[in-house]
């Protein structure tokens, strides 16, 4: 033992060792201590320096995160707790009172002082340590054989990249050197990889690493996703380190899901630095996702002397708990007997019982201070309330209200001597044709300084509701919304999850009691983990000396638990609300971070039971954090994804008309009454567009008078009329008196001798007569602004059908926006006409005044402005939007697998054969999802049947789908084992059976052992006596004969085949094309779905996209046509446009 001591003092003593190890100390060696020595027993003297040796050799050894570093230097290790302490005291009786005392030698409290803040100095100088070379920019790398993936999205010719290539070569000499293997990959939105597979470190393969980061080049996008796809293929690596400066373009869920499946059953540590990165949203991601996959994130900014690390954290942690430790020392041992210390039994146990883990989290100033109450000046309003004094409705600034003084319907008489009907003309030269708000058109008088001051005031209201938006953003209104109701109960979550966050529910409560409770009548607060935890036990009044008591009471409550929502619910229902019909005004807040332990939909229907006929809501304030479940606690009874908590939590409130408020640590995500100004905003905003719209058709028809001026100055009346009467009503068939007129439109210097033409022409019984037929017809009402783009409205709530009926209602030919629809009519198409005299065809006059374009073959004119076709692009990008929208919804929940149930009364079969065998859990665990998420929540009465070699059914009938047969089913489920052949043919007969019977939905995973033609004859038999449509669900079919199958059985019964293979790439496609925007048409695009309502949705998006670039091009082209209309050529080089 002693040889093995002096080796280490040795070691130690090698201050390049110590470096390259992770710690030099500055200071001198005074005694060595054993390792099984106890270091908390030793006495001041000369082996005060034992702690610093010890952790030398440890640090030699071998480099260690904070982690593994505090299994041997915590407090609890060093023996350094407030239980040590006392172990080392003498209980005595005090004479006096008969109190329990506890003594300390005088010596021992010093030397256990001493200790502490030895211990904290260690903790600082550990610090220290981590903030110097490369550990500072990168944190202390694990692992032996490590993958680096390096994202240089983010860097830029200049400073910036030969920085963060100086960086990334200090991080090869000082940590990846001393490493067995390495593999490095750089992503943007493509892959680079160095090497094909890791390589073992040597002086060649560092040298090729460190020429790798010499010629790293900034890129464009963050595909993190396809980066981990690609290095976590690599079953080598025990280490990764991710080192990304810009927001991935995946979703958090999106990545912590795909590294959580790729990580099971493997030990891979992952590094998350985030380098020199300003984005919030990237912090949080690179963050939460250390976090979900148990690894460690470091955060550098180069501006600035903030680091945040999960070691820093850690570190900083034990030393304030160090630090408040050696406070109530000092605070508690106060009276001295000669020279030992005494204090109460009771003090000391109570003291530092009270010193619970919150204690040491970082807390805001203050925060166990006195409540600084702020009296609000008046009560505060929903924002649906108030819009009903400062929406555009309200303060009569609706585009309509404005119009309707100067909006007439067209006028249509009959006439009885022409004995048909006749409509007005005369809102062709002074009026403007608008499409009102009830699909009819209004003949609309312009009053441009009218529109101009409009729009003033509409930009004035937008800046209103921004400050409107500001004010909820900030504040206790962040996190809880406004408050609104007389008499509140507030409902705080603090199950066992929270621990980690008791510090921002507390300040969460501080806030909303210091700022919007000090003017309500009553109130009261309900905890509640496991256990409900009253504050009072009925409401209170909101005066200062009760607020004062509740915070107080705040600041003791410990989390523990699980999350027991209905008890606390109902708690204060029954008896907080007691007397809930005899008061108006009245709120349940709640502030939770997931999901309750009661299923959503037993909850909801309780909020609506209590709540209908009485002025009660229940507001949500959801609060999304990545959770960490203590081990030592009670598990929660459900697990959620923040995704599906938001939505359950949005389905409960609305039984009660309540809000859904959601936001975390980097802002809010979504809040109803934000969500409701931000519509009022987007309304002013398509009415100014509207405005816009109607200005520049004015201008447009300012522009044509000023080409075809009125001559006062003619006497004949008559000419003139029948001037304008081929404008109005063009003949079907050109006359030499047309082209007269044409002539003189374009031609003002010809005026008079083409009037001379004109009075010329007669008929052959010189008498001049009105010629019949065409001039008396009644033809179509020519508007002076063309075809008017439609405005759309879609529906928010996804509606349960097929996307053949959806698309019936809300495809691109149904809304009217198909492009070339749009742009060309009848009248549009180029005209030419062989002229006798010059032996050879000539172009229309008007043909010179708009550009063309070549349509299939056909040469047709433009006559949309380049702001029709702006609105145009509006609505497509918003129809797109919400074709999107439902794409995810199609790929998300149950309906990813099964598709959705559309029918009342189903029977869902799935194959159990043995081939299922590898996927039997998987598609367990769906079909529970789908009985509950479907199923129970539409309230369909169902059946299930799972086939293989036999047949068995749970149950004999369809029965409805109640909490308890759901649970049933959910039991029978639970059972499934794969095991011999697929009898379809069996299975279908059986189910076509059941009375009542509507539709089959059908699971399987290929061709079954019967002929195909022999089971598609037997159904049809089958379903003449009732209709029954098959729906059938291909499950990782690798067979097309098998796919071909199940398809001709859909379509020959009247149902969909569905297949979910391409789910995944489906949903990264959808996210991109939201969030990276629609304008490139290849790229993303979403893969081949050979499913019928995912193929058709998909379809309809491709076919929308190409309209949406070639409105853009055309849009572009009518620019640079109107900046220089004089040349033509332009438009006939760019003539080359195709539509689909």
Known sequence: ????????????????????????????????????????????????????????????????????????????????????????????????????????????????????????????????????????????????????????????????????????????????????????????????????????????????????????????????????????????????????????????????????????????????????????????????????????????????????????????????????????????????????????????????????????????????????????????????????????????LNLYQVLAPSAFSPVEEFVPILKKTVSSTLHEKAMMQFEWYDGTVKNIHVDLPVLYNYQKLLVKMVRIYEKRIDWLSVASRRIWGSVCERRVVILVDISVTNSMYIIHIQHSLRLLLEEQMSNKDCFNIIAFGSDIVPWQLELVPSQPENLQKAWRWVLSLQCKGSRNFMSALRRAVEIDFKDKDKHKSQGLYLLTTGIPDQETHTISAYVAEVCRGFDLQLHVCLFSVMEEIDSNGIVPARYANPTETAIAFKEIVQGSYGRFHWFGEEGIFESDDITIIVSEMEKANKYSQKCAFLVESLKQRSVNQSVNPFIPGDSNVLAKKERRKPQKLPSPKPTALSLARMYIKDNHAAERSASRSVQTWRPTSAKAEIPPGPVYQKYPKVTCIGKSVPSVTLPNKEEICSSKEWLTKYGIKKLK???????????????????????????????????????????????????????????????????????????????????????????????????????????????????????????????????????????????????????????????????????????????????????????????????????????????????????????????????EFLKKLASQTGGRYHCSFGDVDGQLAAHRMLTEGLDDEDDPVFPYFEGDDLKQLTQEVAKARGFLKQAKSLRLLLQKWNINQKDNLFFKKCSGLNFR
């Not at 000092?330 to 109570?350: C, H, N, P, W, Y």
């Not at 109450?373 to 649906?384: E, G, N, R, V, Y």
């Not at 005299?837 to 005044?849: E, G, I, M, N, Q």
């Not at 004999?956 to 039991?971: G, I, Y």
């Open 1 to 396: 033992m002693d040889t093995h001591i002096k080796k280490i003092a040795q070691l130690l003593d090698n201050d390049q060792v110590l470096e390259k190890a992770g710690l030099t100390m500055k200071c001198s060696l005074q005694g060595v201590h054993p390792p099984h020595q106890d270091f908390t027993k030793s006495r001041p003297g000369p082996d005060n320096g034992s702690l610093r040796v010890q952790m030398k050799k440890i640090q030699s050894e071998n480099v260690q995160t904070s982690e593994e570093w505090l299994r041997n230097y915590s407090l609890e290790s060093l023996q350094l707790t407030l239980e040590h302490l006392v172990d080392e005291g003498n209980i005595i009786l005090n004479s006096r009172n008969g109190v329990e005392e506890i003594e300390f030698t005088g010596e021992t409290v010093t030397d256990f002082e001493s200790r502490l803040s030895e211990v904290i100095e260690l903790y600082q100088q550990r610090i220290q340590w981590l903030l110097q070379d490369s550990r500072k920019v990168f944190g202390l790398i694990k692992g032996t054989k490590v993958g680096l993936l390096v994202d240089v999205s983010h860097i830029s010719y200049g400073p910036r990249l030969l920085d963060f290539q100086k960086d990334l070569l200090c991080l090869i000499d000082e940590q990846l050197c001393y490493k067995k293997q390495l593999y490095c990959l750089s992503f943007s939105a493509e892959m680079s990889p160095l090497w094909e597979s890791p390589k073992n470190i040597n002086v060649h393969v560092l040298h090729e690493a460190r020429q790798w980061i010499q010629q790293l080049e900034p890129g464009r996008g963050c595909n993190l996703l396809k980066g981990l796809k690609h290095v976590l293929m690599m079953k080598e690596l025990n280490s990764l380190v991710v080192i990304v400066g810009s927001c991935p373009d995946q979703s958090l869920e999106i990545l912590s899901d795909y590294a959580q499946q790729c990580m099971l059953g493997r030990k891979l540590h992952i590094h998350a630095v985030t380098y020199d990165c300003s984005s919030p949203a990237s912090l949080a991601v690179l963050k939460n996702l250390a976090e979900a996959v148990r690894g460690r994130y470091h955060c550098y900014f180069s501006k600035a002397e903030n680091f945040d690390s999960s070691d820093f954290q850690l570190l900083l942690q034990e030393s304030q708990k160090a630090k408040d430790l050696l406070r109530s020392i000092k605070e508690t041992f106060q009276r001295r007997i000669g020279d030992s210390l005494v204090g109460r039994m009771a003090d000391v146990s109570i003291g530092f019982a009270s010193t619970a883990p919150s204690n040491f989290f970082p807390k805001p100033p203050k925060h166990e201070g006195p409540l600084v109450i702020q009296t609000p000046c008046a009560l505060a309003k929903t924002s649906k309330e108030w819009l009903k004094t400062y929406g555009l409705k309200a303060k009569k």
């Open 817 to 1043: 926006l198909e492009l070339p629809r749009q742009l060309f009519g009848p009248g549009c198409t180029h005209q030419q006409k062989t002229v006798a005299s010059l032996h050879k065809r000539v172009s229309a006059k008007y043909c010179a005044v708009f550009p063309s374009v070549e349509v299939n073959g056909v040469v047709k004119h433009l006559q949309f402005q380049p702001k029709e076709l702006e609105i145009y692009t509006e609505q497509l990008e918003k129809v797109l939007r919400r074709y999107i929208e439902r794409i995810q919804w199609l790929l998300s929940g149950s309906r990813r697998l099964f598709g959705t149930i559309l029918e009342a009364n189903v029977c869902i079969l799935i194959d159990t054969s043995g081939s299922m065998d590898p996927y039997l859990p998987h598609i367990m665990k769906e079909l529970t999802s789908l009985v509950w998420e479907q199923l129970r929540k539409n309230k369909v009465r169902f059946n299930l049947l799972r086939f293989a070699e036999n047949t068995e059914s749970w149950k004999e009938c369809l029965v409805e789908a109640t909490d308890e047969t759901c649970h049933d089913a959910v039991q029978w489920v639970s059972t499934f084992h794969a095991h011999g052949n697929t009898c379809t043919l069996m299975a279908l007969q059986k189910a076509l059976s059941f009375q009542g019977i509507e539709a089959l939905y059908v699971l399987t995973d290929g061709k079954p052992d019967t002929s195909c033609s022999l089971i598609l004859t037997e159904v049809e038999r089958s379903r003449k006596k009732q209709d029954i449509k098959i729906h059938t669900i291909s499950f990782n079919c690798a067979d097309r004969g098998g796919n």
